[in-house]
Every structure is written in structure tokens, then in C-alpha cells.
């Protein structure tokens, strides 16, 4: 007798994927799937296409071939603003938060981007963050970068996305709230059942959060490792660009 065993649904499915700039190519027949829940992360030098990759899914950059699924559905010509509302949910590198916004206007332009109207959602969100909760009337510009990073996560969260793509969270960030936000990204993750696809440098981060480590390389995805592998000294240098 079979046992069946219950397996984790696909929640996004990019297949043959290519894009670029003008007449730049920069990806090239790109594939990846992610499932539910899952945590993926993409590895490589600067210029290897992983934000491109990131931008071409959330569909700031057009795909010049292949597509892009999302929970089944086929958005490779869907406009940004409407997979943000199927549940994909993007957090860019340098975080894009409002700088003249408070802290709790940056929440809740978000919340209301998506339709919610109910503050009760903002503040459940907010026990994700409890560093934001004293800085909610404090301006968005004179934050630092790691409170930057973490409102950036906030207001994504307030969107109600069911996939995050989440690029270099971990730039510029002192190490206490790289640490907080790999604990952040955890609960999320458990709680709440969000799948990533996270685009990172630092080893240590994206060993620690990601279940697979995609490897790209000249616009292609060439390889795929386990967290296990980055403790290989000779694979880390070789994938990550560190001397």
C-alpha cells in the first residue's frame, strides 16, 4: 500500500523566463519554482541578473520570453499593482519608504493600497515589529537604515502578501538589526505561512533563513545549493564574490 504524503502547493512557477533593459538582455531562460511557505534564496556576484530577476516577477521590467505563474494564475503580462493585489508582495533594495511620512502614514498608505481600511491589521502587524511601535509619528527619513529596513517589511506585510520578494535586506545594516530581522523574517515565515525569495550577500543571513540557495550567473540560474553548502569555504568565496 502507497502511503501519499501531503506536499506543499506551488505558489509561484517562472519557466523560461528572459529580460533586460532596452536591447540589454540581462536574464536568460530563467526557471524556478517556489512552494507555499517555502524560503528560497538567490546567490551570486553584483550584475548577475538577481534583481533584475526580482524586478522581471514583480513585473517592473517586462519578460521578453517565458512566464511568470502566481498561485496558478498566468501574470507574465499582469501589471505590477495587480500582482501586488493576487498577494505578491516586493521589497526593494534600498527600501523605498516614504521619507516625509510618519511611520504609521508610511503602514497605512500601504494598508489602503490594498483596500483595508481597518487599523486593527496595522497593529496586529506591529507584533512583528516591536522596534516601530515607539518610532510610529517619527518621519521615515530621519530612521536609521536597519528601522528603514524594518518599516520596508512592515508596509509590505500590510499588503497581505502570500510571497514576498525581498532584495540585499541586510545592505548597510548593523549587525543587532540584521539579527532582528532574520528573527523577523522567522516569525512571519511560521505565523503567518509567507513564502521569500530573498536576493542577499551576506552568507551567514541568507544560510540561516533559506531551505535552497539558487546560484545565478550571467543572467542564469546554474546551480542549486543547501544551507550546509555556504559552510563550504571554497563554494562560499566562489558563489558570493567574498575575497
Known amino acids: 500500500?502507497?502511503?501519499?504524503?501531503?506536499?506543499?502547493?506551488?505558489?509561484?512557477?517562472?519557466?523560461?523566463?528572459?529580460?533586460?533593459?532596452?536591447?540589454?538582455?540581462?536574464?536568460?531562460?530563467?526557471?524556478?519554482?517556489?512552494a507555499d511557505g517555502e524560503f528560497v534564496g538567490i546567490l551570486g556576484h553584483n550584475g548577475m541578473g538577481k534583481t533584475t530577476?526580482?524586478?522581471?516577477?514583480?513585473?517592473?521590467?517586462?519578460?521578453?520570453?517565458?512566464?511568470?505563474?502566481?498561485?496558478?494564475?498566468?501574470?507574465?503580462?499582469?501589471?505590477?499593482?495587480?500582482?501586488?493585489?493576487?498577494?505578491l508582495g516586493y521589497v526593494p533594495q534600498g527600501r523605498q519608504i516614504f521619507p516625509n511620512l510618519s511611520v504609521w502614514e508610511n503602514l497605512k498608505f500601504a494598508a489602503l493600497s490594498s483596500g483595508d481600511r481597518d487599523d486593527r491589521k496595522l497593529e496586529e502587524i506591529l507584533e512583528f515589529f516591536p522596534r516601530l511601535k515607539d518610532l510610529l509619528t517619527r518621519q521615515g527619513g530621519v530612521l536609521s537604515g536597519g528601522e528603514q529596513q524594518l518599516l520596508a517589511?512592515?508596509?509590505?506585510?500590510?499588503?497581505?502578501?502570500?510571497?514576498i520578494l525581498l532584495d540585499e535586506p541586510t545592505e548597510g545594516?548593523?549587525?543587532?538589526?540584521?539579527?532582528?530581522?532574520?528573527?523577523?523574517?522567522?516569525?512571519?515565515?511560521?505565523?503567518?505561512?509567507?513564502?521569500?525569495?530573498l536576493v542577499e550577500q551576506n552568507l551567514e543571513f541568507i544560510g540561516q533563513l533559506s531551505e535552497r540557495i539558487l546560484i545565478m550567473q550571467k543572467g542564469r540560474i546554474i546551480r542549486e545549493l543547501t544551507s550546509h553548502d555556504l559552510t563550504k569555504i571554497d563554494l562560499a568565496h566562489e558563489f558570493s564574490g567574498l575575497e
Open 153 to 163: 517589511l512592515a508596509r509590505c506585510l500590510a499588503t497581505d502578501p502570500n510571497l
Open 1 to 34: 500500500m502507497s502511503i501519499l504524503v501531503n506536499q506543499p502547493s506551488e505558489i509561484l512557477n517562472a519557466s523560461g523566463l528572459s529580460s533586460g533593459y532596452g536591447n540589454i538582455p540581462i536574464l536568460s531562460d530563467v526557471s524556478l519554482t517556489v
Open 53 to 87: 530577476l526580482l524586478r522581471t516577477l514583480m513585473g517592473h521590467i517586462e519578460a521578453t520570453a517565458g512566464s511568470v505563474r502566481f498561485k496558478g494564475e498566468d501574470i507574465t503580462s499582469t501589471a505590477p499593482e495587480a500582482r501586488a493585489k493576487l498577494g
Open 173 to 197: 545594516i548593523q549587525p543587532s538589526i540584521i539579527e532582528e530581522i532574520a528573527e523577523t523574517l522567522g516569525d512571519i515565515r511560521r505565523t503567518r505561512g509567507v513564502a521569500f525569495v
